[in-house]
């Protein structure tokens, strides 16, 4: 073998090791990610269950052990972060992400007719905000209406706020709509029964809050 196929056959070999290396490098990573995914969503299959069991003990509890942000709202939020994380790294268009988040918006739908009943039943007066988005490119206001909505989640305890993807195949979701007569202009906010289509800053959402005023002050008594 002359010096220039030992050159040749050298190249090969190392291109070969590098190329196997780095396949094998990409391999241990995808399954870890596959794994650390699996077991995300297994955790949220279980916080799934265990807020369905939440609803039925607390549609049992007295009027003395409710209150208008129940310790659903922090279980909710926390199982919303872990449907867009897996759908962060899925796709939105994974089957599994969208078997997931319509599992969430039915929680978020049985939550809200439990919270409706719950004050009626209680004297409690929370305040509704439902929040229609579209993850399909074609809303570039809705996570700005998001981060609001957070903001004011944050400042505002009794507020509660719903979430829904309006593009989302779910026939719980398409009887909301029409219960709310909403139209397809996006984002839109259903607040007192009332839905306000187009971004909305704080001040402006503010301005939407039925006694607005009476929720700071009590939200300033709770910190």
Request: proline share 3%; aromatic share 8%.
């Amino acid at each position: 073998m002359n010096q220039n196929n030992k050159r040749y056959l050298v190249a090969f070999i190392i291109t070969g090791a590098v190329f196997g290396t780095a396949l094998t490098v990409s391999t241990v990573f995808n399954n870890a990610r596959l794994e650390q995914i699996r077991a995300i969503q297994e955790n949220i299959a279980t916080d799934i269950l265990s807020l369905e069991t939440q609803f039925d003990l607390l549609s049992e509890l007295s009027c003395r052990d409710i209150r208008e942000n129940s310790v659903l709202s922090e279980t909710l939020a926390d199982v919303s972060r872990r449907v867009s994380y897996t759908e962060e790294k899925l796709g939105a268009d994974n089957a599994e992400v969208i078997r997931l988040k319509r599992q969430y918006t039915l929680l978020q739908i049985k939550d809200l007719l439990l919270m409706k009943k719950v004050s009626q039943k209680c004297g409690l007066e929370p305040v509704f905000i439902l929040y229609f988005y579209s993850n399909e490119k074609d809303c570039p206001d809705c996570e700005r209406q998001g981060y609001v909505l957070t903001e004011l989640g944050d400042k505002y305890p009794k507020l509660r706020i719903y979430s829904f993807e309006y593009n989302l195949d779910l026939p719980a979701l398409k009887t909301l709509l029409t219960i709310n007569d909403l139209k397809n202009e996006l984002p839109a906010l259903v607040i007192d029964g009332k839905p306000h289509y187009g971004f909305r800053s704080v001040d402006d959402t503010k301005k939407l809050i039925p006694n607005i005023e009476t929720l700071a002050a009590t939200s300033t008594k709770q910190k």
